[in-house]
C-alpha cells in the first residue's frame, strides 16, 4: 500500500525539485482541492497538488498486493478576463513544460534506487495518462493520473 506520509513527501519532493513549482498540498477529494485553489494566489507560480492514493488489494492471501491509483496536478491561477485564446495556449503550453519536467523526475525516480522514498520504484510506467485542466477554481494546468504496485 502506498502510503500516505511517502506520497505527501514525494509531492513536497517534486516541487522542491522544479523551479517553477512554489507550493505543495495533498487533499482527499475535489471540495478540499476547491478550497485550497481557492486561496491560491495569481503570483505566476504552480503548485502540485496531490491527491490521495485509492487502494485494490490484489492477489491472494499469501501474496497480496495493492494496486495503488494516485494523481497529482500542476496548476497556476489565472486571470482570466487578461486572457484571449492566444494567450490562453500559451498558458497551457508553459504547464505542459512543467509538466513534462515532473513526468521525467517521476521515471527518473523509477530507475533511481536510492530516489527519494522510493515511491516512484513502484511506478506503473504504462499507466500514466496525462491530461490537461483548463479553469479548475481559476487555474489551468495538467493532471498526471497513475498507477502503482506495491506490498500490502
Known amino acids: 500500500m502506498l502510503a500516505l506520509n511517502d506520497f505527501r513527501a514525494y509531492v513536497t519532493n517534486i516541487k522542491d525539485s ?18 485550497f485553489l481557492e486561496d491560491e494566489p495569481d503570483d505566476g507560480n504552480y503548485i502540485i497538488i496531490g491527491i490521495i492514493p ?9 501474496t497480496i498486493q495493492s494496486l495503488d491509483k494516485a494523481s497529482v496536478l500542476i496548476l497556476k ?3 482570466r478576463s487578461d486572457q484571449d485564446h492566444e494567450i490562453f495556449l500559451d498558458t497551457i503550453a508553459e504547464a505542459q513544460a512543467v509538466t513534462k519536467k515532473v513526468i521525467l523526475k517521476m521515471r527518473a525516480d523509477k530507475l533511481n534506487d536510492e530516489a527519494f522514498c522510493n515511491v516512484m520504484k513502484f511506478l506503473n510506467i504504462e499507466s500514466l495518462d496525462v ?22
Not at 54 to 62: A, T
Open 131 to 152: 491530461n490537461p485542466i483548463w479553469a479548475l477554481s481559476s487555474c489551468d494546468g495538467y493532471e498526471i493520473d497513475f498507477s502503482t504496485q506495491t506490498r500490502f
Open 54 to 62: 485509492k487502494h485494490n488489494p490484489i492477489g491472494n492471501v499469501d
Open 18 to 35: 522544479i523551479a517553477e513549482i512554489a507550493r505543495a498540498q495533498v487533499v482527499m477529494d475535489d471540495s478540499q482541492l476547491n478550497k
Open 77 to 79: 491561477k489565472v486571470t
